[in-house]
Nanobody
Framework: HVQLVESGGGLVQPGGSLRLSCVAS????????MGWLRQAPGKEREGVAA???????SYVDSVKGRFTISQDNAKNTLYLQMNSLKPEDTAIYYC????????????????????WGQGTQVTVS
C-alpha cells in the first residue's frame, strides 16, 4: 500500500523559492520512477519533474534551470526545490510514484497506473 505525503507548499512572491517534500512508504519497486506533477485551476495535470532509481532526472521545459528534483533514500523522501518562481507556477503540486501517465514521458518509460499524494498548494503572487 503506497502512501505519499507532501508538505512545503505556501504563498511566495515572484522570484522566490520553496522546497517541497514528500515522505513515501510502502512503495517498493514504485521507487523506480518517481516525480512531481501539478495541476493549475482549469488545466490538466502536468508532469513537472521525474527521477529514476539511478538518480537520472528530467524536467518539463517550463521549469528547466529553476526546479531541481532529488531524493534521500535513507529518509524515503522526495524533494522538489523550486527557485525563481513565477505566477504561472501556481498550482497544486502532487508527489507521484510508479510512473503515472504524467510522469512516464519525462523518463521515456512505459506509464503505469501510478500513485500520488493529496497535494500541496503553491501560490506565487
Amino acid at each position: 500500500h503506497v502512501q505519499l505525503v507532501e508538505s512545503g507548499g505556501g504563498l511566495v512572491q515572484p522570484g522566490g523559492s520553496l522546497r517541497l517534500s514528500c515522505v513515501a512508504s510502502g512503495y517498493g519497486s514504485s521507487r523506480d520512477c518517481m516525480g512531481w506533477l501539478r495541476q493549475a485551476p482549469g488545466k490538466e495535470r502536468e508532469g513537472v519533474a521525474a527521477i529514476d532509481s539511478d538518480g537520472s532526472t528530467s524536467y518539463v521545459d517550463s521549469v528547466k534551470g529553476r526546479f531541481t528534483i532529488s531524493q534521500d533514500n535513507a529518509k524515503n523522501t522526495l524533494y522538489l526545490q523550486m527557485n525563481s518562481l513565477k505566477p504561472e507556477d501556481t498550482a497544486i503540486y502532487y508527489c507521484a510514484a510508479d510512473c503515472p501517465p504524467e510522469i512516464a514521458p519525462l523518463l521515456g518509460v512505459t506509464a503505469h497506473f501510478g500513485y500520488w499524494g493529496q497535494g500541496t498548494q503553491v501560490t506565487v503572487s
